[in-house]
């Protein structure tokens, strides 16, 4: 299924393509295809080019870890993402690792990477949907993450599937038209609140 941003200036195709459907099919994703995804996600910009990322990664070949991952998601979410062929949890790197100093943008970078990644998917046929229904002290308990590391994003990646698989309520919101601000409202001169004559 298909839902194309509505864009009122031009974005490329791949941008307007990515959206966070839930439907999956539950096909497996092909090796070369999942390692194209984490190869677009390293070539991400980041602060000191010091690239916090860090992804924990299962497919359901590796039953115990996707389980791991699945296990922490909200109710709400393995409602519709136990279909999903792979989960990946992003985790940030919080401090530098040459001076040891807090690294305050590695959420921003890790976002970056995540993006790439979600990009990729969409250039590639593929759906990514991130979560930030998850029990945080649960994924850092059960997959050891180390202090100094922060779990950011839970992400399912598959093939796109029809909406008629999902629940009724969340077969609408799959259906549902998508929406975003126009850009006047978020983007501002240099005094805050007023809109920026460069978007006007």
Known sequence: MEKPAQAKHRIEDVIARRWSPRAFDERP???????????????????NNEQPWRF????????SDYDRLLNCLSEGNSKWVFRAPILILSVASLFFE????????????????????????????????Q???YDVEKVRKDCQI????????????????DPAIL??????RELKARERQPIEDFVFSASWGRPSPLVR
């Open 98 to 129: 040459d001076d040891g100093k807090p690294n305050r943008h590695a959420m921003h970078d890790t976002g970056l990477a995540v993006e790439n990644l979600v990009l990729q998917a969409t250039a590639l046929g593929l759906q990514a949907h």
């Open 167 to 172: 629940p009724e309520y969340l077969r609408e």
């Open 131 to 133: 979560m930030a229904g």
């Open 56 to 63: 924990l990664a299962a497919n359901k070949e590796q039953r």
């Open 29 to 47: 994703v092909e090796p070369e295809k999942l390692k194209s995804l984490f190869e677009a996600a390293r070539w991400a910009p980041s602060s």
């Open 146 to 161: 180390p202090s100094g590391f922060e779990p950011v994003a839970m992400i399912a990646v598959g093939y796109p599937s």
